[in-house]
């Protein structure tokens, strides 16, 4: 039951997680380089177009719900298994996520990274 | 990649694995929490090692946004997966919680990973942010539209006395 509640809590730090870092790295390519933005118009410009995104605050929200997930999944498993398998496994789903939704080019170097961390969960969970 | 953006990636390593770390410390002295017991959670930030461990995840925030603004998102992931590492090494050194081999070994195939992604480019993603637009930078231009840049920037010179 307790590992019933862990895993569970993982699964839902892992899909809030995915939404939001692939809206918050939207949000920030749409503000561009922050050091150059930085030394161009100061720390105001980047913080008001940072805040002005409405995209980063969906983002925020996500991460949110991802945080007290990860809250609750802390305080019912180890930290050594629930902080490695929520992140690793919201890295697998990122890598689809960004290909997707971000265009990235996730290459073969990028994939092999994917399943080299697959494999690491899957260790981790055993 | 200059020493600069190298610095912002360790920053988002060494903040996310020590703030999950005094988190997860701070939830075990409150102990758990349950689901007819919300008030718990007002509890828990309450204890100092997860008021830190929130501190210093804002500041792990602070550097993903600034690693986000200019790499990919499937570049920062990897880059700073070394954090998991630092993890199992806290959790084992300092909350003394127990590390199987079995566990030590997908940490290591995880961390394998960042050497897949370290020496690719930083950045592949098609759309152009929206600073290269505006930026003025001294890079020859090409086309019959930034022609008409330089008139404007030729006019503008000629202007002055």
Known sequence: ?126 | MTFRKYLVLAGVTVFAAAGDSMLSHGMKQTGNISLHHLQGIILALLNPWVAVGILLLLAFFASYMNALSWADLTYVLPATSLGYVLLALVARFVLHEQVSPLRWLGIALISGGVGFVAGGPALTSHEPPLLAKNATNGAPAVGGGSSAQHDVAAASSGGQP
């Open chain 1, 1 to 126: 039951m307790k590992n019933l509640y862990t895993w569970g809590g993982i699964l839902v730090v892992v899909f809030a997680s995915v939404v939001g870092d692939v809206l918050l790295a939207r949000a920030m390519k749409q503000v561009g380089d922050v050091h150059d933005l930085w030394q161009r118009a100061g720390l105001w410009a980047v913080v008001s177009r940072v805040l002005g995104n409405p995209i980063f605050f969906l983002g925020v929200t996500a991460m949110a719900v991802a945080f007290f997930s990860l809250l609750f999944a802390l305080s019912w498993g180890d930290v050594s298994l629930v902080a490695p398998a929520a992140a690793s496994l919201t890295f697998i789903g990122n890598a689809f996520a960004a290909k997707i939704f971000l265009h990235e080019k996730v290459d073969r170097r990028r994939w092999i990274a994917a399943l080299l961390v697959a494999a690491g969960v899957a260790l981790l969970a055993g």
